[in-house]
């Protein structure tokens, strides 16, 4: 079963930067996409970030374009969304998953997530 962590979530005030990670285990990481996506209190699961296997190509959600930044250690088996000029509308729970085929950005098309990481971002 793949297990995928993420870290690095926290308080922080409009403007500031975050960088999450997600560890991922028991898969051959070389062998997926990896994505982002993150869920606020009563709104569904919107996408953030994806990533090819290569980590050569990335894909961002309109509301984030510009400010965020995905990449992935592939001999660590990490991948990572830089958070930068956070807004108090980026508050959300964020959680990473993974995927073997092309880029999706529908959550309905992902099987696997980690337990999600709390980012609360204060006006």
């Known amino acids: 079963q793949v297990q995928l962590v993420e870290s690095g979530g926290g308080l922080v005030q409009a403007g500031d930067s975050l960088r999450l990670s997600c560890a991922a285990s028991r898969l051959t990481f070389t062998g997926y996409w990896m994505a982002w996506f993150r869920q606020a209190p009563g709104k569904d699961r919107e996408f953030v970030a994806a990533?090819?296997?290569?980590?050569?190509?990335?894909y961002y959600g309109d509301s984030v374009k510009g400010r965020f930044t995905t990449s992935r250690d592939n001999a660590q088996n990490v991948v990572y969304l830089q958070m930068n000029g956070l807004k108090p509308e980026d508050t959300a729970i964020y959680s990473c998953?993974?995927?073997?085929?092309?880029?999706?950005?529908?959550?309905?098309?992902?099987?696997?997530w980690g337990q999600g990481t709390q980012v609360t971002v204060s006006s």
């Open positions: 990533i090819d296997l290569g980590g050569g190509t990335t």
């Open positions: 998953t993974v995927r073997r085929a092309i880029l999706s950005r529908r959550p309905e098309d992902y099987g696997v």
